[in-house]
Every structure is written in structure tokens, then in C-alpha cells.
DNA sequence: CTGTATCCTGAAAGATACTG
DNA sequence: CAGTATCTTTCAGGATACAG
């Protein structure tokens, strides 16, 4: 499953169909890591959500909070009461996916000052060839 | 830093100017985690890239792998020869990122079944939902 | 309050052709 | 071989208005 550097990598080596892809968790979906943590305390209501999440509007929370129900880490509960009350909480699916993202903001956290370093020297370098170019 | 549900979730509970969110391993970068697992064996080449990245373009990989480079999780080595010969490799910190990267991997494998279902469940009760209101 | 319906924009990705 | 240069496409995300 992990070749070696002296073997060629085979053109199998991802499947393009593989579902995975599609998690929407690992795909593009700018806010699904937020809405996560967001829903990590304990159910929260459509609007509650909309706080912490600055900047997002109803239509992107809606799709986001639809496809997570899709993949079944997010559940939605609608009381029929009035004014309306929906409240979205994670399922016990959602709950297991917490510990390996933690893993990934943990690391971003830790290594923050590393990569704000890296992205110094990579300009530093540049400026240093665009110099001597010059 | 988790609230309980009880309690209101502060505006400010995400700094929006944070720069984890411009990680790339993070945000978008649609091959970022595939090309990181292309070069968990190794150093690799450019063209030796582009095998198993079924579908990239030379224009996308070569984007991708600035990107990488510029957050120091990837190196790249020239080597004065002819024909020309790159190397790109993960740096140390690269190689740190794999631990955290694995945990969510190994849950999306361990938990795709669980997924589809969850998918079809959705799908099933969108039908059921339709067909009486039709 | 909890959304949906439109319309729009910008950035990422792809196609294609070409260069040192 | 290892890219760059353009041009086009696509689509997530945003703005705005409105509905149950």
C-alpha cells in the first residue's frame, strides 16, 4: 500500500471512483471543519450556528448543514412548535470523525509558527533570485 | 474553548484572520492530500508525479506543488544534469503531517460503509417524503 | 425563525499550446 | 524533462429578496 521510492508509483495507485473522494469533510467545504466544532458542545439551532460562523450566510450554512446530514455525521431535528424550532447535532458517526480532525488542527496549531517561517524563507529566496536576476 | 451546549457560542469563538484557515492542507487544494501520500515513500519527479495524479494537469501539479513548497511541508531539489531532473520530497515537517493525515484517512476507509448507507438512508427518506406529498 | 429562489462573482481547475 | 503562458470552464460561495 506504501511503495517504495525505488519502485514506480502505479497509475492505480488512487482510485478516481473511490467515495471518499466525496466526503465533504475532506473535499473543499469551506465551513464543514467549523460547523463541527461548532456542534461539538451539544446541539445548536440554525441561527445559534450562524454566530460564531461570521461571515457565512443561510444559503451556504443550509447546503452545508444538508450535505453533512447527507453523509451521516450531522442530524436534523425539527419541533413543531412556533416560532419554528430546527436544531442540528452531531450523530454518533459525527462524533468519531472529532478525534482524527483534532488530530489536524492540533497539528496546525503546533506547527503554525513553523509554516509562517517556511513562508518567509520561500520569499526570502525569492526576492534573492528576482535580485540577482535583476 | 468547548462551550457546552447550554451556553451561547461567542461571536468570536473562530478568529476569521486566523492563518491555520490558509493551510492548504486544510482548505481546498483538491490534491494536496493525494500528492502527500505520492511522496510518503520518497523523493519522487515530476513526470514520476503525474502517473499516479491520474487526471492533473502538468499546470495544476506544478501549482500544487508551489503551494506545498511554499508551506514548507515539501522541498524541491534541482539537479544540474541533461535532461533536466527535479526532486520533490517532503521536508520534516511534511513527514509530520502524515500522522494526522492517516487518522482522518483511516477513518474515512473505516467508516465509507457506514457513509453510503447514512447516503442512502438520506435519499430513501427524501423519496418517502416526495412521494406523499405528491 | 428557518429557510428557499435567483442571480452573480471569483478563484480553482482544466485544455491546449508552447519553451529552455 | 519540467515546466510556463493563455484561454476557457466550472462551481462553491456570496448578495439579495422573499416565503412558510
New interface residues.
Given amino acids: 500500500m506504501?511503495?517504495?521510492?525505488?519502485e514506480?508509483?502505479?497509475?492505480?495507485?488512487?482510485d478516481?471512483d473511490c467515495?471518499?473522494r466525496t466526503?465533504p469533510?475532506?473535499?473543499?467545504k469551506?465551513w464543514t471543519?467549523?460547523i463541527m466544532?461548532?456542534l461539538?458542545?451539544?446541539?445548536?439551532r440554525f441561527s445559534?450556528?450562524r454566530?460564531?460562523?461570521?461571515?457565512i450566510t443561510s444559503k451556504v450554512l443550509a447546503e452545508s448543514l444538508r450535505a453533512m446530514?447527507?453523509?451521516?455525521?450531522v442530524s436534523r431535528t425539527e419541533y413543531d412548535e412556533n416560532p419554528p424550532r430546527v436544531e442540528y447535532a452531531l450523530t454518533p458517526?459525527g462524533h468519531?470523525?472529532l478525534?482524527?480532525?483534532d488530530?489536524?488542527?492540533?497539528?496546525?496549531?503546533q506547527?503554525?509558527a513553523?509554516?509562517?517561517?517556511?513562508?518567509e524563507?520561500?520569499e526570502r529566496d525569492e526576492d534573492a533570485r528576482a535580485g540577482r536576476s535583476r
Fill in positions: 506504501t511503495p517504495t521510492a525505488t514506480p508509483l502505479p497509475p492505480d495507485f488512487f478516481p467515495p471518499v466526503v469533510v475532506l473535499g473543499g469551506k471543519w467549523k466544532r461548532c461539538e458542545g451539544g446541539p445548536r445559534e450556528l454566530v460564531p460562523l461570521v461571515g446530514e447527507y453523509d451521516g455525521v458517526l468519531t470523525l478525534g482524527p480532525m488530530a489536524v488542527c492540533a497539528w496546525s496549531r506547527n503554525l513553523n509554516l509562517l517561517e517556511a513562508r524563507a520561500y
